[in-house]
């Protein structure tokens, strides 16, 4: 059974750090593109930042360049968003997603597997 996990959601003020992780299991993680998306109330799902496990590219909006850090731990099967300079508009529920294949493509109607979410609230 496939399964992603996220951690590391919580409150922080404008201009701080969070962590967020990712811990799959229940399919082969070389094998499998990682992203994180985020979803603020009334606006759609959007891309952050996305991962090819294999060949470790990566892809990252717009928004979040030079702010946002994704990375893979192939050996813990994790993945990791290191976010600094927060801002309010950061501000949504975060979630993690796996597709099969290599590429960093980060469109979320091609991600299979999802987590449950976690929250991230950046105060001004």
């Known amino acids: 059974e496939v399964q992603l996990v996220e951690s590391g959601g919580g409150l922080v003020q404008a201009g701080g750090s969070l962590r967020l992780s990712c811990a799959a299991s229940?399919?082969?993680?070389?094998?499998?593109?990682i992203g994180w998306f985020r979803q603020a109330p009334g606006k759609e799902r959007e891309g952050v930042s996305c991962?090819?496990?294999?060949?470790?590219?990566?892809y990252y909006a717009d928004s979040v360049k030079g702010r946002f850090t994704i990375s893979s731990d192939n050996a813990k099967n994790t993945v990791y968003l290191q976010m600094n300079s927060l801002k309010p508009e950061d501000t949504a529920v975060y979630y993690c997603?796996?597709?099969?294949?290599?590429?960093?493509?980060?469109?979320?109607?091609?991600?299979?597997?999802w987590g449950q979410g976690t929250q991230v609230t950046v105060s001004s």
């Open positions: 997603a796996a597709r099969r294949g290599s590429g960093y493509g980060c469109y979320a109607e091609e991600y299979d597997y």
């Open positions: 229940g399919f082969t993680f070389d094998d499998y593109a």
């Open positions: 991962i090819s496990s294999s060949d470790g590219s990566t």
